[in-house]
């Protein structure tokens, strides 16, 4: 049941609604582009509370034009903006959350809404045309891929930053500063679940404490990514786990409990840091790198913190492509994402990629360098930039 009620605030206006499984916000900045978010919270409230807060959370939306929807995005809205609505993946959202405000501040006529729904969510509104752009963890999948074609929908496909999916715990376990890849695999195999429950099932001397499982959901990228990496397989994976698109949720949880192991995107650590400690990866692999790795910006840069390092992407649809202030837009986040990547714990690519994503978008080139075949393990800044242009992001949709 919903719990609590926002407030007006200076030049912010915004509103919560609580419930047991989810926490809801819209908050609208100075720049008036709406927000929003799931927390998992807990409690309860009374009827005229519940009625006051549908009642406020009623009045946000209408503030804002009830948002992008899932109207024609070519249109403008009833405020008379032009509205431009991404959707996808939780960790690449900090950084479009700031490219857009950045872009709002030089172009008040256009608001940005920016969703985080994970990537696989991401790619069905992509393919259902309720997305103009789509912020993806992981390259395409051939299904995605052959599901946009079925509708008559293709994309142009640019990478922007990469990422470290980091395995973390709470500041209060003093036993565990790395893990190798073997032991994550035991921990997270279908095999595990109800079977391992205990840290010292991965090591001996570990204590016999109960182990907490915190992690994505199927809809994420980094879930895919993750499975893929550790276990072989996209969406292999034990079951009996908390499981969260939401990225801020998993952060509150693993910060909350002595006896957690989550994993997420880099950028949500880094902004956590005083509340999450990160673990050393080995791979077993000295070529990568002679024992276990942290995952810091320069071991990504460098290919060692491996296999969890990942290029991520925006999917461009290729009707919104053709809509001036999308145009403009992508322009801007290919422009800016240099300098902004690093502001929210995402890790630049080298200029020159960037420069040649801007060419490939202004001559629509659609299409998916990776042949549907979702997330690849391993692969590092030193592939993306050794491949050949035409290797690189020129394989079309087959």
Request: proline share 5%.
């Amino acid at each position: 049941m919903l719990k609590g009620l926002g407030a007006s605030n200076g030049g912010n206006v915004g509103g919560d609604c609580y419930c047991d499984a989810f926490r809801w916000r819209w908050t609208r900045g100075v720049s008036g582009r709406m927000e929003h978010e799931g927390r998992n919270r807990g409690g309860w409230m009374d009827r005229s509370s519940l009625t006051n807060c549908l009642s406020a959370g009623l009045l946000v939306l209408l503030s804002f034009g009830l948002g992008c929807g899932v109207r024609h995005h070519r249109e403008q809205s009833p405020s008379g903006t032009t509205c431009i609505r991404m959707t996808g993946s939780s960790t690449l959202y900090p950084l479009s959350v700031l490219v857009a405000e950045q872009f709002e501040g030089q172009h008040p006529g256009v608001r940005v809404e920016v969703v985080s729904t994970g990537s696989g969510a991401g790619f069905r509104d992509l393919c259902a045309r309720q997305a103009d752009i789509v912020n993806a963890s992981r390259p395409v999948r051939k299904t995605e891929l052959n599901t946009c074609r079925e509708m008559g929908i293709e994309f142009v496909e640019l990478p922007v930053a990469f990422d470290a999916i980091c395995v973390v715990v709470n500041p209060a376990n003093t036993w565990a500063r790395s893990i190798t890849v073997e032991q994550l695999r035991r921990l997270w195999e279908p095999e595990a679940e109800g079977r391992v429950r205990r840290w010292n099932q991965l090591r001996p001397d570990w204590p016999a404490e109960p182990i907490h499982l915190y992690g994505p959901g199927p809809a994420s990228g980094t879930f895919d990514y993750f499975t893929e990496a550790i276990l072989g397989a996209e969406g292999v994976s034990r079951h009996d786990y908390s499981a969260s698109e939401d990225d801020g949720v998993l952060v509150e949880k693993v910060a909350a409990d002595p006896y957690a192991l989550g994993y997420f995107g880099l950028s949500h650590y880094l902004r956590n840091r005083e509340s999450l400690v990160a673990l050393a990866i080995d791979d077993a692999n000295d070529t990568n790198g002679r024992g276990a790795q942290p995952p810091t910006v320069d071991n990504v840069i460098r290919a060692v913190y491996q296999p969890l390092s990942r290029p991520l992407f925006l999917y461009v649809s290729d009707t919104a492509r053709f809509n001036p202030e999308v145009q403009i837009f992508v322009e801007f986040y290919l422009r800016h994402a240099p300098q902004l990547a690093g502001k929210v714990g995402c890790i630049p690519l080298r200029a020159d990629l960037y420069n040649w994503a801007l060419e490939r978008f202004k001559q629509d080139r659609f299409g998916s360098a990776f042949g549907g075949a979702g997330a690849i393990a391993g692969l590092t800044m030193s592939d993306l930039f050794d491949m050949s242009l035409e290797d690189l992001l020129d394989v079309p949709i087959e």
